[in-house]
Each structure stands twice: as structure tokens, then as C-alpha cells.
């Protein structure tokens, strides 16, 4: 993702944002299973943030390279889903580690080379166990995320860090703003800077099994997206643009002939192949001068 490694001089944060209302009760097809989207949420979060966490620790020591927050909205409210404290919604991931969960196993449906489904278990850590209620103030989660990431990028311990990144999913829904005003405030989100890189905004859509389209992708060409669905125009247009220079990465991962610009956004798939793109700890660095 970045021109330097993820590090403990270089840290970054990290922020996702989930759609609990009502509507998030419904069904989606995951990875060849029929699960609730709440459902689908939670395991994306849950294994992402083991990810990161696995990522971050070595030798059983967790590096402190990240902070890490989860909003949830839903009724009338957002609030944070990994603190007890909606004023302080990151946590560095050595607190995480500290504070791991007992694994829960969950089971996805995976398809063999004879075309045979199997149900095969996945162990991950409950970090949030989310419901679907109410209604969906999609605005109000992201002017706490706005708040959050302006707090963070703000914070002079933060000044050698990366600019954040945000993954929120959702299946479109919004209760509390109508479209043109939620894409004028995740314009602002995706304007904000830290040490002239933007915050980079990815969306994950979930489209309910057997409505609209249920068809996977990931980092959708701006050339070649087109469709009469408002919910997928709507979370491509809330999506930021990945920066040029990662597009030769982004050509690797889906097809080596394929050319940008892409958007940074995923139907009906899990955004994990986001973290390919991230270097890790992978480079030893010195500490950037006080005036770079």
C-alpha cells in the first residue's frame, strides 16, 4: 500500500465501519454460503483484525504498528464496537493482543476441483459480535469516523505514521442523509491528509441472495463500470480512487493486462486481498527526521 513499510516509527490506523440496522439481517452469499449480512460483517472484521494482529506479532511480542477502531451504527446512533468509550475509538493493536478473545469456529462452504461443496471451519476471534436493528444512520457513522481520523492524523505522536485506512460495509442503505449529502461528507473523509498521502475509503457491498446483483469484484475499472443498480452506483461513488501508483499491484492481483484508474471497493467479497498491497514490517527504518 505505501512507498514505506508499516512499522513501529511508521504506524497506521486502521478503521472499519459496519452497517448494523435492520436490513443487515437479511441474507448474502459469502464465499458459497448463504449467511446474514450482520453475519458477513463480522467475519470480515473478525479476520481482518486477526490478520493484522498475526501481522503485527512475532516471536509471541505484538509490535505496536497499528491502531484500530470498529463503528457500528444502527437506530438512531454509531458507536464504537472494539472500546466501551465512543470518544476514543482506536486501539493500538499490542492492547488487542493483550485482550484476545476465545476463537469461535465458523463454517464456509468451499468447492473442491470435482465441483463438490464441502463445509470446511474457520477458527476466528470474536472481536465484535454485532446485531441488526433499526434503522441506518450511515451519516452519523461517518461524521464519528471523520472526527476520529482528523483526531488521529492530528495527534503529534502519530506524525511519522501513514494516513489511515477505512473499510466500510454495508448494503447500501441510509436513513439519516440522502445520497448526494453522504458522498459530499465521504468526500471530506477521503480529502483528509497525513504527510501528503490521503485517507484511503474502501466499501464493501452486500447484496441480499437473490435481489440485484450478487456478482463478485473487486477494484472496479472507472472505464468499465456500469450498471442501472443504485446500491452499487452509490458505493462505488462513496469509494476513493486508488492512488496511480498502486495500480501496477492492483493489475497483478486481478489480471496482468488490466489498467486503472480502479476504485477501491468490493461487491460481495471479502476486502482481504487489501492487505497484500500493505508492507508489513517487512523493512528495517530509521526514524524520519524531525523536518520530513
Known sequence: MYDRSVSHCC???ILFIVDCSLSMKNFTRFSNTIKSKIEVAAIIVNHFIDELVARATRNAYTRDYYD????????YEAVSLLTCDDRRIFVRVPQLAEALPQPKSIYLNQQLHDGRMISVPMNIHPWIEPAAAGA?????AMVMAKTALREWCDDPANRFGHAPMVFHITDGTCSDADDLEIVSLAEEIKELEHRGDKVMLFNVYLATTDEGDESEDIYPREEMFATADRDREFIYRLSSTLPHR??????ELLEPHSSGPYRATAFNISPLSMLSLIKIGTQQEALPRPDQ
Open 11 to 13: 504506524r497506521c490506523a
Open 68 to 75: 484500530i477502531g470498529v463503528i457500528g451504527y444502527s437506530g
Open 136 to 140: 441506518s444512520p450511515m451519516y452519523e
Open 246 to 251: 498502486l495500480e501496477r499491484c492492483v493489475a
